[in-house]
């Protein structure tokens, strides 16, 4: 079967144009190599307004988009919480329930033959269950896992919370996991971690990617003592890790540096991290361009003691020559080496000493930056890692597939 002929039916949970987080980012590289290779048509959550962005984007989807304006985003975090408490359902399925996208799904099938469903996160994979057809989720995370380290450094009540969303989230994913066909894994640690609890499903290793040439070095540095952190501030791990970061490591370097400061930028900042800002400390919100702010720094920092997948942001840093200071979870899953192309602290004084270090040691720090540069360009470019998708859908629909959809029609299966 010839790639251009492949039907393919992407499901996405929003619009993934004008990435400004790791999630749309993934997503984005993702659909623009299987529209440059496949039939595509895509169905998801957005606006219409969001739908004319994907379609001015990517024209080749016009008329093969179908996008709905989910009401259940409009809810608050603190209703959501206690009605998945209350229904024993996981948050983030409650918020991607809806009668009205799985009808829009139903219509599709009823119009197309697909060959093939690719979704994006297990809980838009749940939609996909009652199709004989041959299906994939795209595996961000392993986000039971993700839960399950936010219990770790979480306080008493989050803590009880979190650990009720894992327990939950476990069964959710892994039942939608085992009924598909293949996994897209963005690290090795999360597939020994699937490996485990969802055995004989192929994963395919598809690591988070960087856009080389979008994420260039352009070195314009206007602080030697100045850090910068990027990240969706709306996600647990990232809040997380800045306010570890602002209590526990900063004091240590403001001591030594009393000059230096950290722009945090990225969009949905928590009211106690805003509360923060000074002039030592500086909290952009949301940015159309994130590489001026990057270039300006000395030193990017990833302070993350959660979270599950590989973090974009370590490679985009890479890719524009920063010295990077990242947690051991922070940099997980990605190949670096402690002191070749990154440091790695989990301590917040070794930390601290760590982005001092680079202040004050001009060959440790382009080292760090010719080396990072170089590992991005030979191993994550995005047109490189999205490769190993062709080969999953090839193994999947070679005569020798190691599981295969036991129906061939694309309709519906019956009860």
Excluded at 196 to 224: A, C, M, R, W
Excluded at 280 to 291: C, H, K, L, S
Excluded at 354 to 371: D, G, I, P, Q, Y
Aim: glycine fraction near 4%.
């Amino acid at each position: 079967m010839r790639h251009s002929n492949l039907k393919v039916l992407h499901l996405v949970p929003y619009n993934p144009v004008q990435p400004d987080f790791g999630g749309a980012l993934r997503i984005y590289h993702v659909l623009q190599h299987l529209l440059n290779n496949y039939d595509v048509t895509v169905a998801g959550f957005g606006t219409k307004e969001q739908e004319e962005m994907l379609i001015q984007e990517f024209p080749q989807l016009k008329g093969k988009s179908y996008f709905h304006n989910h009401v259940n985003e409009g809810l608050s975090r603190e209703i959501v919480k206690l009605k998945s408490v209350l229904t024993n359902t996981s948050a983030w399925r409650l918020l991607t329930q809806s009668v009205e996208f799985e009808r829009i799904i139903d219509n599709l099938f009823k119009k197309e033959q697909f060959d093939l469903v690719i979704s994006e996160f297990p809980v838009i994979g749940m939609y996909t269950s009652k199709y004989s057809v041959k299906s994939i989720i795209n595996c961000h995370n392993v986000e039971y896992d993700n839960f399950r380290r936010m219990t770790q450094v979480s306080g008493l009540l989050k803590r009880w919370f979190y650990k009720k969303q894992a327990d939950i989230f476990f069964k959710e994913e892994t039942e939608a996991l085992r009924q598909q066909n293949a996994l897209l894994v963005t690290s090795n640690l999360d597939i020994d971690e699937l490996e485990i609890t969802v055995p004989g499903v192929p994963k395919y290793l598809v690591p988070n990617g960087v856009d080389t040439t979008f994420f260039s070095p352009d070195e314009n540095i206007q602080h030697p003592h100045s850090l910068v952190f990027v990240g969706m501030m709306g996600y647990v791990p990232n809040y997380d890790g800045i306010q570890f970061f602002l209590e526990e490591v900063f004091p240590h370097v403001l001591k030594k540096y009393p000059d230096c400061t950290i722009t945090i930028v990225g969009k949905n900042t928590p009211e106690f991290i805003t509360s923060q800002a000074s002039e030592n400390v500086i909290i952009t919100g949301f940015v159309e361009d994130t590489r001026p702010y990057i270039n300006a720094a000395s030193v990017y920092v990833v302070p993350l003691r959660m979270g599950s997948g590989t973090r974009l942001k370590v490679m985009e840093a890479l890719a524009m020559k920063k010295p990077v200071v990242s947690t051991s979870i922070g940099c997980e899953g990605i190949d670096v080496t402690r002191e070749k192309n990154i440091l790695i602290e989990d301590d917040p004084k070794a930390f601290a000493d760590a982005v001092m270090r680079l202040f004050e040691n001009h060959e440790l720090r382009s080292k760090l930056s010719e080396n990072g540069h170089k590992l991005v360009h030979e191993k994550y470019d995005w047109q490189s890692v999205c490769k190993e998708i062709d080969t999953c859908i090839s193994h999947m629909f070679s005569e020798n597939s190691l599981k295969t959809s036991s129906h061939s029609s694309s309709e519906p299966a019956t009860a």
